[in-house]
């Protein structure tokens, strides 16, 4: 089983609606929770940093179920620049190789 | 700025030739990683480094070789020993502490000619 697992869709959406991912985990040692967004042929770039429950940052609220083992991110009112793919980035115990990276989830907003 | 620089945007590798791809980073950061990302896939781990004149092999390692000479370079070299190197390759740094995310450069593109 792999340590990070996302739905990689597509999510195809119009503008304006509410779209919410989910990625889980598999280690219930895990300690902090990143979200990043990644554009079409460029570098992943940090969206979100979960270390409790949650986090909120205008349209984008992330929450974190540790019971279940599963992190969201949830976008309200959706935009055309949402498109992007989302990776779910999960930190395991010590030491610089902690980070695991989910496969992302891509996500269209459709005019 | 402080940030991740990553050079060239763009490469072309003839067959035998082995090639250097640069990342310097001015946060001050001990910890830096090579990726390596295919189309349609996520991010393998190459190499990473904690610390200067220490690194470690990641998940796909084989054809690829690193140096961590001073703190603030980690240059990449893909090797003519690495068969299929036509890719997506990304940088990153992280600070101190566990619980710290990574930072990316903008990447270089690998080619075959």
């Known amino acids: 089983r792999k340590e990070v697992e996302q739905d990689p869709g597509p999510f195809n959406v119009p503008e304006g609606a509410t779209v919410a991912f989910n990625c889980t985990y598999s280690?219930?040692?895990?300690?902090?929770f990143f979200w990043y967004r990644q554009d079409c042929r460029k570098e992943p770039k940090l969206l979100m940093s979960v270390y409790s429950s949650g986090n909120e940052d205008g349209r984008f609220t992330a929450q974190l179920n540790r019971a279940s083992q599963y992190i969201s991110l949830l976008i309200r009112d959706s935009k055309l620049s949402d498109s992007a793919t989302y990776l779910c980035v999960v930190n395991i115990g010590t030491g610089a190789n902690n980070l695991f990276f989910g496969t992302g989830t891509r996500l269209t907003v459709i005019p | 700025d402080g940030g991740i620089t990553q050079s060239p945007k763009y490469l072309f590798r003839k067959e035998g030739q082995n090639v250097t791809l640069s990342c310097e980073q001015n946060l001050n950061h001990d910890a830096m990683y090579w990726y390596r990302q295919d189309p349609g896939q996520g991010l393998r781990l190459i190499y990473y480094s904690q610390i200067v004149n220490d690194f470690q092999k990641g998940d796909i390692a084989e054809g690829y070789s690193v140096s961590r000479e001073k703190k603030e370079s980690f240059p990449l070299t893909v090797t003519s020993a690495q068969k299929n190197p036509t890719a997506f390759y990304l940088c990153a740094s992280r600070g101190p502490g566990n619980n710290q995310p990574q930072h990316f450069g903008d990447g270089t593109r690998l080619s075959i000619l």
């Open positions: 280690n219930s040692a895990s300690q902090s």
